[in-house]
């Protein structure tokens, strides 16, 4: 039987020796990428399905060190023109020649009043689509160019509902202050706020970044422009469409706390340091402790008491496109739903947001050289918050003692003898205390006359743009006062000692107003403003065979109207 084992044990040993290695060999390419033009600078070399690769010289040389197999491939890419795949074949030098990509090329990118084809830009400039913006359904679509376009950076200070709008800058912060910082924001060529737009009116969104695209806007352009086109009509069959999104909103994380019964522990060392008195007795200790009883000696955790798991955003859009030869549109509607994380307790003290989006853009061909153009918009939103903004920092310093929330639908506080070491009761001073509505109308009209000038010369043509721009706001303050109740032993009021050691005891809840139940009041606050804006321009654009000419005399003005603002109470 050993001899066997031996036996067996030798030619393994024997065969594992012969076993053929497999070793991949290692083999070094060169080449040079080319244009009809020469060579091609910075082109990407990259061995197909790996991280492996390099990027060809001032020459259009590069050298690439490849696995040698039959099936590698080498994968040749350059912005503006086809990307381009080769087998090796057992070939070490390639001589690679790359087309441009004409669609990439001829496909217009908005510039500063006029658009222009890609080929011929020069400026800084970066754009995003329709499509980019619905992938991540922000409430506030300048949160969505956030890692969408190189050189822009947006900060949201703010997760409240309809409170959500960032700061946005281009290239970072350039002035003295943040808000001198901000970039000129323009909407179908007039200036607007476009953070609270529904992204499926959006046609694309450019941001000009460099002096050479912002010089024509002069200094108002110095931290940048955005320009923001809405979406218009084409000539085709009618194009209904129907999108919803439904999110969650949470809190990703919450700093743990400690429970009552380590805080009294701790706070009686800490007084005991100090040289004081120790403010929780043993009893209190035994209670907090034990947990036989949590009205008299509650351990409240008020983020999970006053804060929801999870809230809902909804978001809808209904839009339709369409038209013919003479006369084209483009009409949408949209409603978003944003409900806060503060749980509600029935008094609707609580964050809310509700927002309505109207569009209609039209096109009409007059003649054949002359197209005007209408566009009506607006924008109303309804958001309510709780009248005590602090809610989250009381959160979070508030302790667990100080009071047991909704018993029997009486809002409680906490016993006496720890009132001069308690912060507030973030229960107290949220609920029923009132809240504020802030409702915002925003409409907007334009008219633009586009007139072809071809007849005189080819390229020429004037326009003249009017917008109306006003804005409306009522904001209405509930303030309300209710009655809190706090706890006594039965023992307390009929006068007899408590007996702190023993645990077997009766208590009552004594109903004690802590303040006077006054009559609720309102404020409302009506805030108004318009303003107005005109441009004529005359332009020329010509390509003469390589070269392209562009040529714009433009004239505009605005005037601001503020309206008084009406304060009334009751």
């Known amino acids: 039987m050993i001899k066997d084992r031996l036996k067996i044990a030798l030619w393994l040993s024997i065969g594992m020796f012969f076993v053929p290695t497999i070793v991949w060999a290692q083999v070094i390419i060169t080449g040079t990428v080319s244009d009809s033009y020469g060579p091609v600078i910075g082109a990407n070399i990259i061995e197909k399905g790996t991280t492996n690769g390099v990027i060809s010289d001032i020459n259009g040389d590069f050298k690439l060190q490849v696995s040698n197999t ?16 080769i087998p090796l074949n057992g070939k070490v030098k390639f001589h690679i020649n790359l087309e441009e990509d004409s669609e990439t090329l001829q496909e217009v990118t908005v510039v500063a009043y006029g658009i222009q084809k890609k080929e011929t830009l020069t400026g800084a400039i970066s754009s995003v689509k329709t499509d980019a913006l619905l992938a991540s359904p922000n409430a506030s679509v300048a949160n969505s160019l956030a890692g969408k376009i190189t050189g822009l950076s947006s900060v949201q200070n703010s997760g409240q509902p309809g409170a959500e709008d960032p700061k946005i800058f281009v290239r970072g912060v350039g ?6 910082a901000a970039p000129l924001t323009l909407v179908d060529g007039v200036e607007r706020n476009f953070y609270q737009m529904d992204p499926n009116e959006i046609e694309s969104i450019t941001v000009l970044k460099d002096a050479s695209a912002t010089a024509v806007f002069g200094v108002r352009g110095a931290n940048g422009v955005i320009l923001v086109t809405t979406r218009r ?11 919803s999104s439904v999110g969650i909103s949470q809190i990703a994380q919450w700093v743990e706390m400690s429970d009552v019964y380590t805080y009294a522990q701790l706070y009686n060392e800490q007084e005991r340091n100090d040289g004081r008195e120790e403010i929780f007795k043993p009893y209190d200790l ?33 839009n339709l496109s369409g038209g013919t030869d003479k006369i084209r549109y483009f009409v949408s509607v949209g409603f978003l739903y944003q409900d806060g994380l503060l749980k509600d307790f029935g008094t609707n003290d609580s964050y809310k947001y509700k927002r309505y989006n109207y569009r209609t853009n039209l096109d009409y061909s007059m003649t054949k050289s002359t197209t005007l153009k209408l566009g009506i918009d607006g924008i109303v939103g309804d958001r309510q918050e709780p009248t005590n903004t602090n809610i989250w920092k009381d959160l979070s310093i508030s302790q667990p003692f100080s009071g047991p929330g909704l018993v029997n639908g009486k809002p409680m506080t906490s016993k006496e003898h720890y009132s001069s070491i308690l912060y507030r009761n973030p229960f107290i001073i949220t609920y029923g205390k009132g809240h504020s509505n802030n409702v915002a109308n925003t409409m907007n009209l ?22 109306y721009n006003t804005d409306y706001s009522v904001i209405t303050i509930r303030r309300g006062n209710i ?74 003005q605005n005037k601001k109207y503020y309206g008084p603002c009406a304060k009334v109470r009751g």
């Open 70 to 85: 039959k099936k590698t491939i080498i994968k040749v890419s350059y912005v503006g023109y086809k990307d381009k795949e």
């Open 175 to 180: 002035s003295l202050t943040e808000g001198g």
């Open 233 to 243: 009509g084409t000539d085709s069959r009618a194009k209904i469409s129907l999108s």
């Open 286 to 318: 035994d209670r907090f402790e034990k947990g036989d009883n949590p009205i008299m000696y509650p351990n409240i955790n008020w983020r999970d008491y006053m804060v929801k798991t999870a809230s809902i955003q909804a978001q809808h859009n209904l």
């Open 446 to 467: 334009d008219l633009h006359l586009v007139q072809n000038l071809n007849f005189i010369t080819k390229g020429l043509s004037v326009e003249v743009k009017g917008a």
């Open 483 to 556: 009655e809190t109740y706090t706890p006594y032993f039965e023992s307390e009021i009929n006068g007899s000692e408590l007996n702190v050691g023993d645990s077997d005891f009766n208590y009552n809840i004594v109903h004690r107003i802590s303040g006077i139940n006054s009559k609720d009041s309102w404020e409302q606050n009506n805030n108004r403003g318009r303003n107005w804006y005109f441009e004529t321009n005359a332009r020329y654009n010509r390509k003469f065979n390589n070269h392209n000419m562009g040529v714009l005399s433009l004239y505009n």
